[in-house]
C-alpha cells in the first residue's frame, strides 16, 4: 500500500462528525489542480529510512498520483508491475489492521535500487493509521445530517 485510507478533498471528517480543513487535501479546491506530494510526512519517512536523498529523494505522494503515475514515472527506470494477488492480499491485510509483509518495508540497497523498489512514492507502514479503526463503527445520524455518530463495539 502506496497511500493511507484518507479524504482526498479540500474538506475531511474529523473524529467528531464535523467536516473540517484536510491538512493532506490533493487537490486545489480554487485550481483543480492536483497537488504533487500530499503526504509530506510519509514521503520524508522514506526518505530517512531508504537513504533517499538529492536526485532520488521522493517528491511525490498521495492516493490520486500514485494510481496516476504508477509504473509511468519518466526516470529512473521505475518498476511497471507487481503480482495482482500480492497487491490484493496487501489491500485485505490493510483493511484488517494486519502487519504489512516485512519484505515490503526493508529498503536496504542502493540509493538507485531503493528508488526503483518504492517506484517514487513513499512506503506505508500502515499498522497506525488512525482511519482504520475496527473498534469504531459510524453511521449517519438520525436527523440525516452529514455528521456521524460513533459507538464503540463490545
Known sequence: MRAPLKFVGPKRLSADGEWEDNPSKEWSETTGVL???????????????AGLRGDY?????GVINYINKFGHMPSKNHKGADPASELFHQSLAYLRKLAPIDQYLAVRGTQLDNYQLVDGFPV??????PLINL???CKPNRSGALKLSCKQLA
Not at 506505508?124 to 493509521?129: G, K, L, P
Open 135 to 137: 473498534n469504531t463503527w
Open 35 to 49: 497537488i504533487r506530494n500530499p503526504d509530506k510526512e510519509e514521503a520524508i519517512q522514506t526518505n530517512r529510512i
Open 57 to 61: 529523494a521522493i517528491i511525490d505522494s
Open 124 to 129: 506505508m507502514n500502515w499498522i497506525s493509521d
